[in-house]
C-alpha cells in the first residue's frame, strides 16, 4: 500500500460497484430463465424450430450469466482469504473469459444450423413464432436496461476499471437482443412476404457478429488472467520514479489485480541520498496503483 505506517494490510481488490453490479446480474439470470423455458415450451407446442433454437440460445445465456453470478459471489466469499496471493479481484475477468467461450460456442451452433436450415428450409409457422420473439426482446430490453446502467457506472469510475464479469453479462443480453431483432425481422418477412431463406440468413448474420463480440470479450479477459503488462500505469511510474534522475527503475511489473486495482513491483538502483520510502513517496499520484513493493539498491560509489 501507498501508507508509510502500514505494515499489514489486506488484497481485497473488488470493484467499487460489486455488489450492485452481483444484484444487477442476479435478476437478469432470472429474467433469462423465465423466458427460456417459455421460449422452450413454446417451440415445443408451436412445432416452430426458430422459437426452439432461440430458446436453447437463451439457455446457454442463462448459463453463462449463471456464471457471473456465481463469480461475483465467489470473488466476495473469498476477498479476504489467504489462499490467494493477490486476492479474488480476477475471478470476474475469469467468468467473462469462460462467458465468451460459450458466446463462441453459440455463434458457432447458429452459423452451423442456418447453413443448414438455408440448404433445407423447414415449416415455420411465423405467427407465434413472431409474437414469442417480440416477448424474448422485450425481456432483452430490460436485461439490457439493468445491466447497462452498471456497465456505464464501471466505466465511470474508472477509464482503466471496467468489470469484465458485468461486461460479459452485457454483451450476452445484447447479442440475445441482437438476434431476437433478426429472428422477428426474418419472421415477419417469412409471413409476408415469403422470403422462408431470410430466417437462416439472418442466422448466418447474428452468428458472425456474436463471433466477433465474443473474440474481443476473450481478448480482453485473457489479457487481465495472463497479467498483461498496463503500458499506461508503467510509463507513468516510469516518468515519476526516473524524473529527479537520482534513481534507475532495473525491474518493473504492473498488473490488474481486480476492476478498478493494479499492483506493481518497482525494482529500483539509487543514490544513496534516496531510498525505498523515496520511491513510495514520488508513486503516491498513482491511483491505480493498489498494491506497491518496491526494491531498493544502492548504487556503489564509483
Request: hydrophobic residues 50%; proline residues 2%; charged residues 15%.
Amino acid at each position: 500500500m501507498n501508507n508509510d505506517i502500514s505494515y499489514t494490510h489486506e488484497h481485497v481488490f473488488l470493484g467499487s460497484s460489486h455488489d450492485e453490479n452481483a444484484k444487477r446480474t442476479l435478476w437478469v439470470v432470472m429474467l433469462t430463465v423465465v423466458m427460456m423455458v417459455g421460449e422452450i415450451a413454446a417451440g415445443y407446442i408451436t412445432g416452430s424450430m426458430a422459437l426452439l433454437a432461440d430458446g436453447f440460445h437463451m439457455a446457454t445465456h442463462a448459463g453463462a450469466l449463471g456464471i457471473a453470478a456465481a463469480a461475483y459471489s465467489y470473488a466476495k466469499r473469498y476477498a479476504s482469504s489467504t489462499r490467494y496471493s493477490f486476492g479474488t479481484g480476477k475471478v470476474g475477468d475469469l467468468g467473462g473469459f469462460a462467458s465468451a467461450l460459450i458466446l463462441g460456442l453459440v455463434a458457432l451452433g447458429i452459423g452451423v444450423e442456418s447453413v443448414i436450415r438455408l440448404l433445407q428450409p423447414t415449416e415455420v409457422q411465423f405467427g407465434t413464432a413472431t409474437f414469442i420473439a417480440i416477448i424474448g426482446l422485450i425481456v432483452n430490453i430490460v436485461s439490457a436496461l439493468l445491466l447497462g446502467h452498471g456497465h456505464d457506472h464501471s466505466h465511470h469510475d474508472s477509464h482503466h476499471g471496467s468489470d469484465n464479469n458485468l461486461r460479459s453479462a452485457y454483451v450476452h443480453v445484447i447479442a440475445d437482443a441482437f438476434t431476437s431483432v433478426l429472428a422477428i425481422v426474418a419472421l415477419l418477412a417469412g409471413r409476408y412476404l415469403g422470403w422462408v431463406w431470410l430466417d437462416p440468413a439472418m442466422g448466418i448474420v447474428g452468428a458472425i457478429v456474436i463471433a466477433r463480440w465474443a473474440w474481443s470479450l476473450m481478448g480482453a479477459t485473457a489479457g487481465v488472467l495472463l497479467d498483461q503488462t498496463d503500458n499506461h500505469v508503467a510509463e507513468e511510474i516510469r516518468e515519476l520514479v526516473e524524473q529527479p534522475g537520482d534513481v534507475t527503475i532495473t525491474d518493473l511489473h504492473v498488473w490488474r489485480v481486480g476492476p478498478e486495482a493494479h499492483a506493481a513491483i518497482v525494482s529500483v538502483l539509487g543514490e544513496p541520498t534516496t531510498n525505498a520510502d523515496t520511491i513510495r513517496e514520488r508513486l503516491k499520484p498513482v491511483h491505480e496503483v493498489s498494491h506497491l513493493t518496491v526494491e531498493f539498491r544502492a548504487a556503489s560509489p564509483k
